[in-house]
């Protein structure tokens, strides 16, 4: 039987048999198919404890189901158990200055639906929310499935975002949503519980899941597009800091005579590096008389101008926007060697637009750090582009508040399941 009250066993140091409960599904979903002995070996529980939850997980919850035999040391093969994934479903939305994308998964993860609709965030705080709210309903409506399934919606944004209230306080790409309570907003909305955070650690969530971070439980990861962000996984958990602000990465100064920032100070990173940092340093090249094949491109209308232009110039021989790319890079590594010192980690994994301008870029950003990070750190680290497509912040997204299903005392999969 499980023992809630005795110190000394490892049943006893969880506060409840909830809490144990969820550390044992957390497990199974995180081993994908396990046997009781597995779990009981994993985390130290008696047999006995084990069974009893697993006939609870099974007959009373319907969260968990048996996927064949594992191997056996004599006798009977003993039987595997995974999470039944299709008991709930989750919707991801990654609100973005120019796009927002919605997707619907199962508990797994694995995408059953995406809508993708544009922003247009010019239209303003309530046209922006009208959008959302539609893509939301289309998500719900086509699915064809019952709505006491969707457990939950996860939010990511493009800004800075107070994740632990659910609060976007600065967002930077759509006028008005300074300060706005989206969490509450939402749930208002669709009567079910809504997680909200920044779009970058979202991704970095979705990196840590599903993609190259999978076996690394500290590494950095850096979005270059718009704006410049981090979300850094420490002892396999997201940081967030104790005001939910973490990674901030694009407000690191880098030029203490640099441009304005929209955060008010002077040479951050992302005045300087991001797409709109590029432009306006290429737009001052050429007022002030450099000679570039830019020029030319753009037939001297700077509305024209754009970073693939530069890129494409770039690539092409064209010395001024070579220097452009490259000194992006540069700045961009100081940066990524700064965190580098400070956590230590051996893998950093980039996202965003700006990757695109291919492998000068790229090499500026791993010669810099191996000049700028301690060696021990910078003969170590890896630097990789994700292999996640466009909707890894939508994911992200889901997969946060998946996340919290498996850990949340009060709103858990074992709740859930229970309705």
Avoid at 124 to 134: D, N, P, Q, R, T
Avoid at 255 to 264: F, Y
């Amino acid at each position: 039987m499980v023992n809630d009250n005795n110190p000394s066993t490892f049943e006893g140091r969880f506060y409840n048999k909830k809490a144990l409960k969820l550390k044992i599904l957390d497990l199974i979903r995180n081993k994908g198919m396990i046997t009781k002995q597995e779990i009981a070996k994993e985390l130290g529980i008696n047999i006995t404890t084990v069974s009893e939850l697993i006939n609870q997980f099974y007959n009373k919850y319907n969260v968990i189901k048996e996927t064949g035999n594992g191997n056996s040391s004599g006798g009977r093969k003993p039987k595997l158990y995974s999470i039944n994934n299709e008991l709930g479903y989750i919707i991801g939305i990654d609100v973005g200055g120019t796009n927002t994308r919605g997707i619907l998964t199962d508990l797994a993860g694995n995408i059953i639906r995406y809508i993708k609709i544009k922003t247009k965030a010019s239209e303003g705080k309530e046209a922006v929310l009208a959008k959302i709210f539609s893509l939301t309903s289309d998500l719900i409506s086509l699915s064809d499935i019952p709505k006491e399934k969707f457990f939950g919606i996860g939010m990511s944004i493009s800004g800075i975002i107070n994740s632990f209230e659910g609060i976007s306080i600065f967002c930077p790409n759509i006028p008005g949503w300074e300060n706005l309570p989206i969490k509450k907003i939402m749930e208002e909305k669709f009567k079910i519980p809504v997680c909200i955070d920044d779009s970058v650690r979202c991704a970095a969530v979705a990196e840590k899941r599903f993609g190259i971070a999978k076996d690394h439980d500290n590494f950095i990861f850096i979005s270059i597009g718009k704006g410049i962000g981090m979300g850094a996984f420490i002892d396999g958990k997201i940081y967030r800091g104790s005001m939910g602000l973490a990674g901030e990465l694009g407000h690191i100064t880098v030029s203490e005579d640099g441009p304005l920032c929209n955060c008010g100070n002077k040479g951050c990173l992302e005045a300087i590096a991001s797409g709109p940092g590029i432009l306006r340093r290429a737009r001052e090249g050429i007022e002030n008389g450099i000679v570039t094949s830019i020029s030319k491109e753009i037939n001297k209308n700077f509305e024209n101008l754009s970073v693939e232009i530069i890129s494409k110039a770039a690539n092409e021989g064209d010395k001024f926007a070579y220097y452009l790319i490259n000194r992006t890079g540069e700045y961009i590594g100081i940066a990524i060697a700064a965190a580098l010192n400070l956590f230590g980690c051996d893998l950093v994994v980039l996202w965003g637009g700006i990757l695109e301008c291919g492998d000068i870029i790229l090499d500026a950003i791993k010669r810099t750090v191996k000049m700028r990070a301690l060696e021990f750190i910078s003969k170590r680290v890896r630097i990789e582009k994700t292999a996640i497509g466009d909707n890894i912040a939508a994911l992200g997204a889901a997969q946060t508040f998946i996340d919290k299903l498996y850990s949340d005392s009060d709103y858990n999969i074992l709740v859930k399941s229970q309705k």
